[in-house]
């Protein structure tokens, strides 16, 4: 069967190889999945904010796994998130906007609903501190349109000029969607982008997460039909059953995960070989990649995260 | 409510202005609207190729509208895609493959149809001529990872180094599925990509066009489970009730669209706007744009394009 090759998991491309051809040279899913245990490191199941939709139209349950930014991406506000959690403040509350190319957005369509007390008001953007920023992994090889650095610290994506650096808007990462207003965001509002990274937003919406898991049951929804992508009738939007932390979740229900440490060897010559593919189906590698182009590789582990 | 602002469209933001305030900075969606009819360049009915497939679950139609790309940017093959199309080649095929941020791809999922003669072999990519490659217009704010000029020429994105020029794939574009051999494709197994824009199969895989309208009907699809996103079963596959070339069409039910021209100041105002956002939402204009930031304004004429 005619196929691209796969983006970033693996692909068994049933490759003839005999004795006298060389080994094909790995693709980057490929060098993902031979990385040794230890160079993969654990998601804190405190990070993990789990959101389960309303069975689709077949009963099929649908799980969506965030990882939150711990600190300190995300100062206070990921406390906002915290607070709205515990108080199941998203039980009952629908997804209400699926943008094409841009993005999906969930909360309260009424904007009536009582907000738990003690929120703070988030800022138009999180920025890395000075020793997050000192970790960071440059990989030159990104440089792009938005920033003159970019790279990656403890598994995020980030980019940085003279001034600061920041974590920037990839696809399926997770923010806070606000008012025209800088500080109208509180965190009940959330986003995730499901289309070209929309840059322009780096800096002016804060980024609080990343959908690791089930994003398909948000990207594949139906467009709406209003402005800015908005549902117009009750009966569109999705219904979100319950949004919890992963700790508040039964053992056998805890979803748990990994993500390949963007300080290991193995993550280097992953994105090494997503800006130069040198596997079989490619003929002229890129010789750079844009950095929403190196996800950095997240795996499941254990039955809860099926 | 609390919203992002639209990618590229218009939206109307109902933003009070009163006397004393100065009119806010039109967005990218807005000059485009606003741009006058001149700077606006039919496209040619014999250059959209009209992919209706079957109705939804509720009985609604779905039709993806793809322009095909003119002579420079893609050579003889283009005739493939004329020579399928006469031969009502596509009608009872499927879309047989939905891979989240990646691509949808759809042909004969039994690869055993006959094929119509005279089709010629598409090499791994289209490079364009030196003459349209003379007549680029040149974006200096988007340099990239991926080739150290981007830019636009009769209504495509393109890319060059001090070797060649190419169109790029961005979100939308159409291109050819092939095998391992570079040179395996005809143009009856057809992919566009509904994610961030994968660059790294530019110069590795021939681009033929874009979608310009309906693209949701292939975007929303339920993602397929089998490996690189393929549908393991006959009846996950979407039908294809019929592909046309516009001409071919009764003419009431022919789509007529226009794009900005991008050799128009309109254009040069509207690209310089999605590199720095200057719009009330924004805060930090980000002083650059990805080139598939910068998506070419489509517009439908008339009753057939609906």
Known sequence: MKHLLLAAAVASLAFPVTAQEPAPIPSPGEIAAAAPASDWTAIAPSDLLVMDLAPDARGKARRVV??????P??????????????????????????????????????????????????PENAYLSQRQRGRTTWLPFTNGAYAPHHGVVAGWPVAWNVDAAWPVHCYGMVGVGRNLSPDTGTGAELYTVIGHAPRHLDRNIALVGRVISGIEHLSSLPRGTGALGFYETEAERVPIASVRIATELPEANQPRFEYLSTESDSFARYADARANRRDPFFIKPAGGADICNIPVPVRAVGEGSK
Chains 1, 2 share one sequence.
């Open 66 to 71: 965030i990882q939150l930014m711990p600190a």
């Open 73 to 122: 991406f995300s100062q206070g506000w990921i406390g906002n998130i915290r607070k709205l959690s515990a108080a199941h403040w998203w039980d009952g509350t629908s997804i209400n906007r699926v943008q094409d190319n841009y993005v999906v957005q969930w909360g309260d369509a009424t904007e009536k609903k009582a907000m738990p007390e003690g929120l703070v008001m988030v």
